[in-house]
């Protein structure tokens, strides 16, 4: 699809739309801020001839940004495999323009039979190596955060009940879990978790490091809930109050 598609009258009602494309068209003023019904927005990653991202695609997200809708980029591994775009780089613009992106697998429509699984393990790994060297990048990043939140759920419910857990994530469904075998993507994600053991010195340390994300997660969610209740009931007072004086 392309960007002035999502201005059409048969989308006023779409809330997700992915692998948007643009052309020499989608730079029009009236294309340059998103339809509002829009709840998140994915774009095929485009580059230029020096591999940054296309200037056309840079403004479209900035202004994707300003109006606060999730923006997700949709980069064909292969751009990485051939090197037309360096991780590093993609990691720092996403970090600089404020967006999430996906790693698209061999078999997705945009990658095709262009690289191999095996390719695609050595792309998901130097990723990974390049968020771990870089602890304040906070974007999500698919397949691989996905996976770590199944590692955080793993903390939490245990890994007996995880054998036949499947994603809820339409987006994940779609784009990976309906496209890879799942030897192949037990295959990658054995090897993250093995890359985050290494990092953090161990099975033990890194759960160790989980469990303490878990709890401030689970602090803060009590600050903010005791935060509620507390003006909740200040807010009532000062309504009885005004009764009374009435």
Same mark, same amino acid.
């Given at each position: 699809?392309?960007?002035?598609?999502?201005?059409?009258?048969?989308?006023?009602? @779409?809330?997700?739309?992915?692998?948007?494309?643009?052309?020499?068209?989608?730079?029009?003023?009236?294309?340059?801020?998103?339809?509002?019904?829009?709840?998140?927005?994915?774009?095929?990653?485009?580059?230029?001839?020096?591999?940054?991202?296309?200037?056309?695609?840079?403004?479209?997200?900035?202004?994707?940004? @300003?109006?606060?809708?999730?923006?997700?980029?949709?980069?064909?591994?292969?751009?990485?495999?051939?090197?037309?775009?360096?991780?590093?780089?993609?990691?720092?613009?996403?970090?600089?323009?404020?967006?999430?992106?996906?790693?698209?697998?061999?078999?997705?429509?945009?990658?095709?039979?262009?690289?191999?699984?095996?390719?695609?393990?050595?792309?998901?790994?130097?990723?990974?190596?390049?968020? @771990?060297?870089?602890?304040?990048?906070?974007?999500?990043?698919?397949?691989?955060?996905?996976?770590?939140?199944?590692?955080?759920?793993?903390?939490?419910?245990?890994?007996?009940? @995880?054998?036949?857990?499947?994603?809820?994530? $339409?987006?994940?469904?779609?784009?990976?879990?309906?496209?890879?075998?799942?030897?192949?993507?037990?295959?990658?994600k054995s090897l993250i978790r093995n890359r985050l053991y290494d990092?953090?010195?161990?099975?033990?340390?890194?759960?160790?490091?989980?469990?303490?994300?878990?709890?401030?997660?689970?602090?803060?969610?009590?600050?903010?809930?005791?935060?509620?209740?507390?003006?909740?009931?200040?807010?009532?007072?000062?309504?009885?109050?005004?009764?009374?004086? $009435?």
């Open positions: 699809m392309l960007l002035q598609d999502l201005f059409k009258e048969e989308n006023k009602n @779409l809330e997700y739309a992915y692998s948007i494309t643009l052309d020499e068209n989608s730079s029009a003023v009236e294309f340059s801020t998103p339809p509002s019904n829009l709840k998140e927005i994915g774009f095929v990653f485009k580059v230029d001839s020096e591999g940054t991202m296309d200037e056309t695609l840079m403004d479209v997200v900035i202004n994707c940004r @300003l109006t606060n809708i999730p923006t997700l980029i949709e980069v064909p591994t292969q751009l990485l495999v051939d090197e037309t775009v360096q991780a590093k780089y993609l990691i720092q613009i996403a970090k600089n323009v404020e967006f999430s992106f996906a790693l698209l697998p061999p078999g997705h429509e945009l990658v095709g039979d262009s690289i191999t699984i095996e390719q695609y393990k050595e792309v998901i790994m130097d990723v990974l190596e390049k968020m @771990l060297a870089k602890p304040d990048f906070d974007k999500f990043v698919y397949p691989i955060s996905n996976f770590l939140e199944y590692l955080m759920l793993e903390q939490i419910l245990g890994k007996e009940k @995880l054998q036949n857990f499947r994603p809820e994530n $339409e987006y994940v469904e779609d784009n990976f879990s309906n496209v890879m075998t799942k030897e192949h993507s037990d295959q990658f990092f953090y010195g161990g099975e033990q340390e890194f759960n160790l490091v989980a469990q303490t994300i878990l709890d401030g997660v689970y602090q803060k969610t009590k600050d903010i809930y005791k935060d509620i209740v507390v003006h909740s009931i200040s807010d009532y007072s000062e309504e009885e109050k005004n009764l009374e004086s $009435e």
